[in-house]
């Protein structure tokens, strides 16, 4: 039974990767509680464990005493001379035992306090040796397959591959190689879980490196990537070296290179477009093979409008919305596709839009509407720069003293005047109380601009 525990530990650590000193020590753990069990816990056995030999040796402290009434705890003096030369009434001295003579009860307490000890031990392998390959590839072979998952024996531990996260139309018999990315490790009844994707970007991204040296290397670098799993993916990629070509190289001589990719992810069609800093030129890039006729972007929107030729729209689209839809997600930017005369449209009435509030601004601002200023006045403040009311508001005293060549006071008047017609539309479009805090009395306008200009003179 020692020699079957020894052999059986050490070709378990073998199997999981765990290291001879952990498994001498599970081993020893393991006896000394089947020896607990059997003895009592206040005896400390002694028990030494050498996997190389294959040997566990056990001693059991027993009392030398005349009569034995427990063979457990105490030993006959007569024969504890054989063990300790000398050995007087109250000694305590180390006997040898093996698991045999503690019964089958004791060994089957050792065999499955090992279990325990290795599989605590391969918890912690498992951990050490995964938690920093979150989201690298690891290769292994198909264990088992159930409704909603896979097995994979990836060497010291299995692998969870979800349904979910494998590509439609993915099919392994047992035995079957599978490369997967390791997305994550969950803890699920106490036991960490590794998980497995075949749909992630990031798994795309791995195949890229491992298939085309020059990614692998630096040279090339895959800015993003969007997929539909099984069906298109869109690819960006990037290079400081002029000289290369970096979608060509990613493609491959009569795309040799981009074929064993999509092999591997079941025919799954990638387009591999070039990324640049310029966000118009990348977005042009991404929407292809559409051509694109101009953009118009709305950076508080994180929208861009795309115009292509009529002709083109449905290119530019894609199945069901498939290759705007995977543009805007390599892109990271809202798309918004319109033909030529679709937009042509827009922008007439865009342009009337426009047209029609630079007039309302006019009637509104124009500097004809404050009384008290001359055509003259008028005439010299455009010359200034100051073309409408709000910017009138706006200016200081010392400016209007020079532009229009008047006194203190009439400056201030005029300013002031500006800022009340300013309140007065305000309030009469409704936004007054919007606009202006509950504190601010602008009937004192007047007092603010001369108090600002006496602390300007002191």
């Known amino acids: 039974m020692i020699k079957e525990l020894a052999k059986v530990a050490d070709e378990l650590g073998r199997e999981k990767g765990i290291s001879r000193d952990i498994l001498s020590e599970a081993l020893k753990e393991a006896v000394t509680a089947a020896i607990g069990r059997k003895i009592g816990k206040y005896l400390e056995p002694d028990v030494e464990v050498d996997l ?8 059991i402290p027993k009392e030398v005493c005349e009569e034995v009434d427990n ?44 279990f325990e000890k290795l599989r605590d031990a391969e918890k912690q392998v498992v951990l050490d040796d995964f938690q920093g390959r979150i989201g690298e590839v690891v290769n292994g072979v198909l264990l088992k397959a159930d409704r909603d998952n896979l097995i994979i024996n990836i060497g010291k531990t299995e692998a969870l591959l979800p349904k979910r996260e494998m590509i439609p139309g993915d099919f392994f018999n ?6 997967a990315l390791l997305l994550d490790i969950k803890t699920i009844k106490g036991w960490p879980q590794l998980i497995l994707s075949r749909t992630h970007p990031e798994f795309m991204k791995k195949l890229f490196e491992a298939e085309i040296p020059e990614v692998f290397e630096g040279i090339i670098e895959v800015k993003s990537v969007s997929r539909e799993p099984g069906d298109r993916a869109k690819v960006a990629v990037y ?18 290179r981009i074929n064993s990719i999509s092999n591997e992810l079941r025919g799954e069609k990638i387009d591999v477009v070039e990324w640049s800093p310029d966000t118009v030129k990348f977005v042009c890039n991404a929407i292809s093979p559409a051509d694109v006729v101009l953009t118009n972007v709305f950076e508080d929107e994180n929208t861009i409008e795309v115009v292509v030729p009529d002709d083109q729209l449905s290119l530019a689209i894609g199945k069901k919305g498939q290759n705007v839809r995977l543009a805007a997600r390599l892109t990271e930017w809202r798309l918004d596709v319109l033909k030529e005369s679709e937009y042509a449209e827009i922008r007439k009435e865009r342009l009337a839009a ?56 009439e400056a201030v008047q005029v300013i002031n005047k500006a800022i009340d017609y300013l309140a007065s539309k305000l309030e009469e479009e409704g936004i007054f109380e919007d606009e202006v805090p509950e504190d601010v009395d602008l009937d004192d306008e007047d007092a603010s601009v001369e ?5 300007e003179e002191d």
């Open 52 to 59: 190389e030999k294959g040997s566990i040796e056990i001693s």
């Open 174 to 179: 047992r035995g079957d190689y599978v490369r």
């Open 354 to 409: 426009q047209e029609q509030e630079l007039k309302d601004f006019y009637v509104l601002y124009n500097l004809e509407n404050l009384e008290g200023l001359s055509d003259e006045d008028i005439s010299k403040l455009i010359e200034a720069g100051i073309d409408d009311i709000e910017k009138l508001s706006n200016s200081s005293v010392d400016e209007i003293i020079a532009y229009l060549e008047l006194e203190e006071d």
């Open 71 to 114: 063979k457990w705890y105490e030993i006959h003096i007569d024969d504890a001379q054989a063990y300790k030369e000398g050995a007087e009434l109250g000694d305590v001295i180390m006997i040898p035992a093996t698991l045999e003579d503690l019964g089958r009860q004791a060994a089957l307490v050792a065999k499955q306090k090992l």
């Open 451 to 455: 108090e600002e200009e006496a602390g």
């Open 239 to 256: 290079t400081q070296n002029s000289n290369i070509d970096p979608v060509g190289a990613c493609i491959g001589l009569k795309g040799s």
